[in-house]
């Protein structure tokens, strides 16, 4: 008799349950919200940074080429979106599974059966978060305030959770004990 079905072609369909439970693990989920509105403004820092200093050589390169190399402003709006991407997918797709924005804050983020992501997990979410807060209004953001795991619109579409680190989570959790 064959062996007929997915597991055959290297599939696994069964279904994995969540990871990370906040009744049993509150101290994985304690902040998290603030925490990530701070580790995206120093995240916009690092991506805008280079973007401003690209455009302001661009800028010289046009005074000394007389004009000329304005031309290259075209580039600035495709690289900075590249770059974006690039930085989202290496840092999150990365060991720490994290933006250096998280890292500062303490944050990692997970599969929401608890794998680290890797970099194309990392570019689809911020996609889906650019796309997501700009055709739904900031609004989207709301959803984290009314579930347990604090997961935003875009990271229960892209399947994913936002939590404390080890340390973090094990510092609240002596905290709590006491």
């Known amino acids: 008799m064959t062996d007929f079905g997915p597991s055959r072609i290297g599939i696994s369909l069964d279904l994995k349950p969540h990871a990370y439970d906040p009744v049993a693990n509150p101290e994985l989920f304690e902040g998290v919200l603030a925490r990530r509105l701070v580790a995206f403004c120093i995240d916009l820092v690092v991506i805008v940074m280079p973007v401003i200093a690209a455009a302001f050589f661009i800028l010289l390169f046009g005074f000394v080429t007389l004009g000329l190399g304005w031309m290259l402003f075209w580039l600035l709006s495709p690289a900075s979106v590249i770059w974006a991407l690039v930085y989202y997918g290496l840092t999150m797709g990365s ?3 994290a933006t250096l924005g998280m890292r500062a804050m303490e944050l990692e983020i997970r599969t929401w059966y608890g794998a680290p992501t890797y970099f194309l ?58």
């Open 95 to 97: 060991p720490a599974s």
């Open 121 to 178: 997990l990392g570019a689809v979410h911020a996609v889906v978060y650019w796309v997501s807060v700009s055709m739904l209004t900031p609004l989207v953001l709301l959803v984290g305030l009314v579930n347990g795991r604090r997961r935003l619109l875009h990271d229960m579409l892209v399947g994913t959770v936002v939590v404390n680190n080890p340390a973090r989570a094990a510092s609240l959790r002596a905290w709590i004990r006491r």
